[in-house]
Nanobody, 125 residues
Framework: QVQLVESGGGLVQPGGSLRLSCAASGSGFRINAMGWYRQAPGKERELVAE???????NYAESMKGRFTISKDNAKNTVFLQMNSLTPEDTAVYYC???????????????????WGQGTLVTVSS
């Protein structure tokens, strides 16, 4: 019922910038928080940045100062602006959302976490 679709990945040279977008679609849900994670080849998935419904942002230390997370509440979309990219930033970037979902028949609220399919960012000369 709820899907996250990422876009904006691609090939960029070291020192360049990219902006990733993630749009949540569906019905019967409210977003508590959204974030970005990444997984490089041979490594585990790691947090990049998160933003709460109130607009509070948290960043992994290595990304702080270079990456900026933002959102458009009206469009249920979160963005990740990435600057000063290095080859170590090469990874598949995944959008994540923590949601409250209301059952249409019972009205019971459930809590769930959903993931996008990922978008590949390659930083190379």
């Amino acid at each position: 019922q709820v899907q996250l679709v990422e876009s904006g990945g691609g090939l960029v040279q070291p020192g360049g910038s990219l902006r990733l977008s993630c749009a949540a679609s569906g019905s019967g849900f409210r977003i508590n928080a959204m974030g970005w994670y990444r997984q490089a080849p041979g490594k585990e998935r790691e947090l990049v940045a998160e933003i709460t419904s109130g607009g509070t942002a948290n960043y992994a230390e290595s990304m702080k100062g270079r990456f900026t997370i933002s959102k458009d509440n009206a469009k249920n979309t979160v963005f990740l602006q990435m600057n000063s990219l290095t080859p170590e930033d090469t990874a598949v970037y995944y959008c994540n959302a923590g949601l409250q979902s209301t059952d249409r028949t019972t009205g019971i609220i459930g809590y769930l976490e959903v993931w996008g399919q990922g978008t590949l960012v390659t930083v190379s000369s």
